[in-house]
Nanobody
Framework: QVQLVESGGGLVQPGGSLRLSCAYS????????MGWYRQAPGQQRELVAD???????NYADSVKGRFTISTDIAKNMMYLEMNSLKPEDTANYYC??????????WGQGTRVTVSS
């Protein structure tokens, strides 16, 4: 059974930093692309960054140079280091695991609010 549990969200001032964590289980890492998505109020869910087992890493243009995705296979963890945060980064952030057959799993989300 696949489980994804996010943590690390919160309130941060513009220009600040946060690190999101995703604890995963039931996943054979080499068979999945792992990623972070976000959804702001009234907006569609969008890809923030993802990482294959290669690893090949892909970032949304809006976060390139500010966010870093990583995984720790030994700990079954995925991280999103977010720096230079902007108010437009405010959203619910979701951990995602996509099997090579396209079967997809989601975490429950963690809220990030960037505001002074």
């Amino acid at each position: 059974q696949v489980q994804l549990v996010e943590s690390g969200g919160g309130l941060v001032q513009p220009g600040g930093s946060l690190r999101l964590s995703c604890a995963y289980s039931g996943i054979i890492r080499g068979l999945y692309t792992m990623g972070w998505y976000r959804q702001a109020p009234g907006q569609q869910r969008e890809l923030v960054a993802d990482i294959t087992s290669g690893p090949r890493i892909n970032y949304a243009d809006s976060v390139k140079g500010r966010f870093t995705i990583s995984t720790d296979i030994a700990k079954n963890m995925m991280y999103l280091e977010m720096n230079s945060l902007k108010p437009e980064d405010t959203a619910n952030y979701y951990c995602n695991a996509r099997h090579f057959t396209d079967k997809t799993y989601w975490g429950q989300g963690t809220r990030v609010t960037v505001s002074s």
